[in-house]
């Protein structure tokens, strides 16, 4: 534990009013809302907690922060809004938690250049609302929006629903003002492109805190889109959905929305609706911008989903999902709480993984069939796709009859035996969620003994005490189940 004076010291940086040590306080930053994490809990158990939070309100307040944990070798866990899926902000014994929310300002809209900065604790929603004002759009719509912070997106690589038009979060980064281990400041220039030596910015995006902690990000804003025509086809079967988005692909056009359903998702969807279930998959195509330009494009998705054999479903189901796009993300909490819709020791996750083109259908089958094996139900859907390849989001669940250590195991082994045949089928185990301590296991052989070695090189190099983020991406200290 950190003892007074050192705590009263650290005070001293940001005002007493922003740290806390009150168990009320620390106990809000045991975990995010990693189900593994959230299932202990609800099975009674403690969860380890910070020894202090501290929640900085200037960047200069952060940097001193840090200053202060490197001098005094104290261990420094990044915490956003904690809606991370993968134990990522899950503390360590003896850790201060750093609370990003107070740096949460907005910087001026550049309407020349379309680009904005943004600070890591504000919240992707308030970030959409103030660019919609203005007429314009980030183009990032994950299904957590309103309850995220963009330092966390920043963190994990996040895709939004709107991906395979606007690209992941990473892909709209055009600079980034990252603290160091050290509590130095680096900041990369504001320029669309550079060959001025290998991108550096790529050392922090995906690095969960563990490199360094996301002070600042300049990010690219596109103009709102004046129309969007969403239409719903139904395929016969997956691999014929895959082709035709693949042909669609093709064309160099980029639709905002798509999404293919597997057959059982395609029975939820429509399902919940209380509508007839009808046989095949559903895909939902979303074409925005000026009229012109999404009528255009939408007019070429119909031609080329016809002739794929595909039914024309109409409007309606396009309108359901975006009328509907982020329900699931406020359905979980009742679905996982003792008691919850489904009963006591429910498990419930997701599990989102990509590859090619040429892998993607046996990635589907060998990871749905893995997961299969552990849990009642596995449904999944394509939802963001790209020229050469596309991801899949895998759904599963398993009712445990109360029976919290049955959940516990199960939940275990089918994280590990679909993560193991992603990687045996040529697939990235991770497309958005990032790795946290949930993906850690795994992360070496996707990157190859080399590649986690210069990972690893990388990491000594950035932080050689080893006080970011312990434990994360499987770097230095921490265990892989959060304790």
């Excluded at 106990?27 to 020894?51: I, K, S, T, Y």
């Excluded at 938690?97 to 910087?107: C, E, F, P, Q, S």
């Excluded at 939408?298 to 509907?324: F, M, Q, S, T, Y």
């Excluded at 993607?360 to 939802?383: I, K, M, N, Q, T």
């Amino acid at each position: 534990m950190l003892d007074a004076a050192l705590l009263d010291d650290l005070a001293g940086r940001v005002g007493q009013r922003w740290l806390a040590t009150d168990p009320a306080d620390t106990a809000n930053h045991a975990h995010d809302w990693w189900p593994r994490l959230l299932m202990r809990r609800r099975a009674g158990e403690d969860l380890p907690v910070p020894d202090a939070v501290v929640t900085p309100g200037t960047r200069g307040e952060l940097v001193e922060v840090v200053r202060w944990c490197d001098a005094n070798d104290v261990a420094i866990v990044p915490f956003g809004a904690g809606t991370g899926v993968c134990g990522g902000a899950a503390p360590v014994a003896g850790a201060v938690t750093v609370d990003l929310k107070r740096l949460n300002a907005i910087g001026e809209l550049d309407e020349v250049s379309g680009t904005i900065v943004v600070e890591p604790g504000v919240i992707a929603q308030t970030l959409e609302d103030h660019l919609a004002h203005r007429g314009w759009t980030l183009g990032h719509f994950p299904s957590s929006i309103h309850c995220s912070t963009m330092g966390g997106f920043l963190a994990i690589r996040s895709a939004g629903q709107a991906s395979s038009f606007y690209g992941k979060l990473e892909d709209m980064v055009v600079a980034l003002d990252v603290v160091l281990a050290d509590g130095s400041l680096f900041s990369t220039r504001p320029v669309p492109q550079s060959a001025a030596g290998p991108d550096l910015t790529r050392l922090f995006l995906g690095g969960e805190g563990t490199t360094g902690i996301v002070a600042g990000a300049t990010l690219r804003v596109w103009p709102a889109p004046a129309v969007a025509v969403d239409r719903g086809f139904l395929v016969p079967d997956v691999r014929t959905g895959l082709d035709a988005i693949r042909a669609v692909m093709r064309t160099g056009l980029r639709p905002t929305i798509v999404r293919l359903y597997d057959e059982t998702d395609t029975a939820l969807v429509f399902g919940g609706q209380g509508l007839e279930v009808p046989q095949g998959c559903l895909v939902i195509i979303g074409c925005e911008g000026d009229e012109d330009v999404a009528g255009f494009t939408a007019g070429v998705v119909r031609r080329i989903l016809g002739e794929h054999g595909a039914e024309d479903l109409g409007p309606e189901p396009g309108a359901n999902w975006r009328a509907h796009r982020h329900n699931m993300s406020y359905r979980f909490a009742e679905y996982m709480k003792p008691g919850g819709t489904f009963g006591d020791a429910l498990m419930l996750d997701t599990m989102e993984v990509a590859g090619t083109w040429a892998v993607l259908p046996g990635l589907y089958d060998d990871v749905r069939a893995a997961l299969s094996e552990h849990a009642d139900l596995v449904l999944a859907h394509f939802s963001h796709v790209y020229p050469e390849g596309g991801s899949i989001y895998f759904t599963l669940g398993a009712v445990n009859d109360g029976d919290e250590a049955r959940a516990l195991d199960r939940y275990d082994a089918a994280w590990d035996a679909g993560q193991r045949a992603a990687l045996a089928a040529g697939g990235t185990t991770s497309h958005h969620h990032g790795i946290g301590l949930l993906r850690a296991p795994y992360l070496r052989e996707e990157l190859g003994e080399v590649g986690f070695d210069v990972l690893r090189r990388v990491k000594d190099a950035l932080d050689p005490k080893g006080l970011l983020n312990p434990g994360k991406l499987g770097l230095g200290g921490g265990g892989a189940d959060g304790a």
